[in-house]
DNA sequence: CTGAAAGCGCTTACAG
DNA sequence: CTGAAAGCGCTTACAG
């Protein structure tokens, strides 16, 4: 069809011809159908963003709008739909998932077992995973945790304070524990032994700086919280306390600056001194003398996007920039 | 084919039949491609949000979020996509809005000249919109504006001060102004007179309270700010409280609870009492003494996503519940 | 109860 | 430079 040329390869037709169609188009407001041509060309012109669990925690994590900022940057770039894709722990996910008319699939804050990995893994069209796990057939970005967290930790003056963790879970059960470095597996980057890998990452992480500084990380206090709140961080703080009731004051290296101000909280109340480091960047983090990790989400979506869209290369990790922000 | 008619029509085919139909395309993971059973069938199975200007704004904003997640909501029920269509105010969002392969629209945040606004209610498919403007062809969701505002301002007690306003702007000039009631329309709900129509049927709610309450609405001074931050708020009220040396204590009625709190912040470091109310229902708000208007966005996402599905009938504005939120 | 046929609206080699 | 033809993967009357 010429009309169908005009549309698409405007250099095939005569001038003349292209416009009165472009024109006799416009007047009678005729597109071309997007569904019709997804069929035809086998590309869906959408990426799906599958979001664990409920839909509506993606909108109260400021985080995760960030994260979806950046995917639909890339989107609008590209004319690309952006498709968000629940996924509600059914055994239906992974036909929900696989069902939809999208060229590719982005991750956001899936658990490591949730057969939906494996499937988007395993089927044909290119997919991204923010902040992994790592998973063949899936483009894993993020930034290097274990770097970061060294980094984050050796920025304070580590040699003055006893070091502790305060700890997200290690995996699904969240079990709450207090033990020390011994008591951890060997390889924290094994994603059996820690089924969450960005836990295991940070605590290599943290590892590495603690070592480094002269410690053995066989007697680091690691306090594992159950969710990422400020009270876990207050009660983790707490028990960290008892537990080294000699202790002069702490360095308190904690996976989030929700759970470093909680402990800031805790330490405060039981008039104790302690330098914390956290993570996300948050300006009251900051504000509170916490030192803190910044990775952008924003940029994390953009990179994911890219990655699902089958940009760039066939690389299995991206890693995304941070940076340590020492408290004002 | 029988294998279409074992996953649509299960009782049409043999029991036997489809069992082996759906066994052999569950070992060869087969499922019907969506696409084409979009083409066929003329219904895509997706719903478009259509979000004003930037898509990264709807995710700064937790009333957005809050929004989204309730049309996710009637969506997943459902189990149909949720299409993210950002405008960027090209002349070609248009094109791009149309060509979606949506069964409906749900519109947020789009200004009242916005051509999408025609273009969308103009087309067959079935739209939404949050909070108005009313447009023939499009469903308006919202709550009932004028009646909220009426409502609020009369929980204050009106009697022991003298009633002040602070106004969204009118119209998208954004001019801060200072008058007086009588300075503005008659017909506040005339869109051409007031074509931001939020701020127009709040207005005329504060006016039926205020006219209730023995005032005459003539007086009365509206300070309008250019937008809603709490910096606004404090300017609005320096400059009401300059206008009015000679008055007591002011009921200070603001279109948003962020006005409220600049407004409040203003009067309390010139030392003046005051009685405030706001929109919104935050919980700053509450805790600081003003009265508020609570609509749940989530309920309005929900109702907005019935209407752009087809459901229910051909009302042309569907009210949400709204309550005054007292202090506490 | 099952299967062959038409057609949804496109795009792309291909022939004129 | 332009147009007739096949086919993307479905669904749905229709015939067997």
């Known amino acids: ?32 159908d997007s569904t019709a041509r997804a069929l035809r060309s086998g590309r869906a012109r959408q990426l799906g963003v599958v979001v664990g669990e409920h839909l509506s925690y993606l909108f109260d994590d400021p985080q995760a709008a960030q994260f979806l900022a950046g995917v639909s940057d890339v989107c609008v770039e590209h004319d690309l739909g952006v498709v968000l894709i629940p996924t509600r ?8 998932v696989l069902s939809a008319p999208v060229d590719g699939y982005v991750l956001w804050t899936t658990v490591i077992d949730d057969p939906v990995l494996d499937a988007v893994a395993g089927c044909a069209r290119p997919a991204a995973i923010q902040g992994g796990p790592a ?6 970005v993020g930034p290097d945790d274990r770097a970061a967290a060294a980094a984050v930790a050796s920025a304070v003056p580590l040699q003055t304070a006893t070091p502790v963790v305060v700890s997200f879970p290690l995996d699904r059960r969240r079990a709450v524990r207090l033990l020390r470095g011994a008591e951890l597996p ?38 594992v919280v159950e969710r990422n709140q400020r009270q876990n961080g207050e009660v983790a703080a707490r028990e960290l306390l008892a537990a080294l009731p000699e202790a002069g004051s702490l360095a308190v290296l904690a996976m989030s600056d929700e759970l470093a101000l909680g402990a800031r909280a805790a330490l405060t109340g039981a008039g104790r001194e302690a330098l914390l480091t956290g993570w996300d960047g ?25 990655a699902a869209l089958g940009d760039g290369g066939d690389d299995v990790v991206r890693p995304t920039s941070w940076t340590v922000i020492a408290p004002r």
Chains 1, 2 share one sequence.
């Open 1 to 32: 069809m010429t009309v169908s040329y005009s549309f698409n390869h405007p250099a095939r037709v005569a001038e003349a011809t292209r416009t009165r169609v472009l024109e006799t188009a416009a007047r009678l407001g005729y597109r071309p």
């Open 89 to 96: 722990g059914d055994h239906d996910d992974v036909d929900r």
């Open 135 to 140: 998973h063949p057939g899936l483009i894993c």
């Open 186 to 223: 060997e390889d924290l980057a094994d994603t059996a032994a820690v089924p969450f890998p960005v836990t295991g990452a940070r605590l290599a992480g943290y590892r590495d700086a603690l070592t480094a500084a002269g410690y053995d990380w066989d007697d680091v206090c690691v306090a």
């Open 282 to 306: 948050s300006p009251e983090a900051a504000a509170s003398g916490i030192w803190s990790v910044a990775a952008s989400l924003r940029e994390q979506g953009r990179a994911c996007a890219r």
